[in-house]
């Protein structure tokens, strides 16, 4: 071989070397020398090898596979399974067995110069270093993942029992404000009476807000069984539970063919009774308010609309409105803030998304994409 002087790596390699020819031997180990690898052997059989593979941590396998009395494609198989690491394979003659059952990274035939062997060599020891760092941020990877499972399960915990919990003490206040109020009521001057009266309110916003904390904090939870139910018959169930709201707006809520999808069923009507309510409740002065669902396949997806005539958003507050406790309208119609936010975690738990178009004035578009389960379409029946 052409003896090349180079610069050795600022990582040197370690590299098992397995060839019974003692000048070749030699000349290998020569050549690896001057590129700075670390160099396990050479070894002239089969059992040498297994021996230092196992007691060491190659990152390249440098095999002849013309030893005597062993089977070189065998032998480099089972180093490779052992180590992990590319095999580079040596060999004499030109009738090369290619269908092996593992994947050498070069084949060299001898005679070969040393700045085809340096490529081979290197070329291996970058694919053994990428494919090990590449293992390595996956571990780390699903360990960062699984601490984040079990984070969120601690948080949802958390946010369930602290407003559960909130409820109690916050009825306390609620029930002597009022009990205060009735007694001694007629008692107090003007200022005192207002001073109930608002303290009555922020208790009861802050009910609802402990309530819609409750519904976010279900929204998604893992360990909820999904089935296939038929859309159709999920915003049934979110109309009759608006049936109060949707008399009071005197709204119309018209329906198209609707599919059944594999879900989570009250995350889906948490998601539609929201989207629905929204409508009722942001709705224009002296406008009918009409909702219309509908959906339409999109790929292999579905996509559901739910679109109404109401106020409408501004392009800058179309992002933030599914943030928890963001509210567009700060002196409008009641409400915490949160019921888009349970839309969304809704859609993502469904194994979908959710995005929203609007033109203030003239009303929202609410696009829900979800995985398909089949294609049969339902209408909705209204109540």
């Known amino acids: 071989m052409n003896e090349l002087k180079q610069k050795a790596p600022l990582e040197p390699g370690v590299v098992l070397v397995v060839e019974d020819d003692p000048v070749a031997s030699l000349c290998l180990k020569r050549c690896l020398d001057r590129r700075g690898y670390r160099i396990l052997g050479p070894v002239a059989s089969g059992e040498e090898a297994y021996s230092l593979a196992d007691e060491n941590e190659p990152e390249v396998i440098l095999a002849d596979i013309g030893l005597p009395d062993t089977d070189g494609y065998e032998m480099a198989r089972l180093l490779h399974e052992r ?12 009738d090369l067995k290619r269908e092996i059952q593992f994947d050498p990274h070069a084949f060299l035939l001898k005679p070969y110069d040393e700045v085809e062997l340096t490529t081979a060599v290197a070329g291996a020891l970058r694919r053994y270093r990428l494919e090990k760092g590449l293992l390595s941020a996956n571990c780390h ?10 984070s969120n399960r601690e948080l949802e915990k958390f946010a369930y029992i602290a407003s559960h919990d909130l409820q109690e003490p916050l009825r306390m206040v609620s029930g002597f404000l009022g009990l205060l109020n009735r007694r001694v009521g007629d008692q107090l001057n003007p ?6 009266d608002m303290a009555m309110d922020g208790a009861q916003r802050m009910h609802r807000m402990i309530g819609d904390l409750l519904s976010y904090s279900r929204a998604g939870r893992p360990g909820v069984t999904r089935e296939d139910t038929p859309l159709d018959e999920v915003v049934r169930e979110a109309l009759l539970n608006l049936t109060a709201a949707i008399e009071e707006a005197g709204a119309e809520v018209r329906g198209g063919d609707l599919p059944a999808l594999n879900l989570v069923r009250g995350d889906c009507v948490r998601l539609f009774q929201n989207l629905i309510g929204n409508a ?3 709705r224009r002065p002296d406008v009918p308010v009409v909702v219309e669902v ?3 396949k999109a790929g292999p997806n579905w996509e559901i609309v739910v679109k109404d005539n109401g106020i409408g958003i501004s392009p800058e507050d179309c992002e933030q409105v599914f943030d928890p406790f963001y509210r567009v309208q700060r002196e409008g119609p009641a409400g915490t803030g949160i019921g888009l936010a349970v839309c969304q975690g809704g859609a993502v738990s469904l194994g979908g998304r ?19 389960v ?5 209408p909705i029946e209204l109540p």
């Open 83 to 94: 180590t992990n690491a590319p095999v580079v394979l040596l060999s004499a003659s030109k």
């Open 374 to 378: 089949d294609g049969s379409a339902k």
């Open 294 to 296: 509908e959906a339409a």
């Open 280 to 282: 009722t409740k942001f």
């Open 141 to 150: 990877l699903m360990m960062v993942k699984d601490e984040l499972k079990r």
């Open 191 to 196: 200022d005192a009476r207002e001073y109930i």
């Open 354 to 372: 959710i995005r929203l178009d609007s033109t203030p004035g003239k009303g929202s578009v609410f696009t829900v994409l979800l995985p398909q």
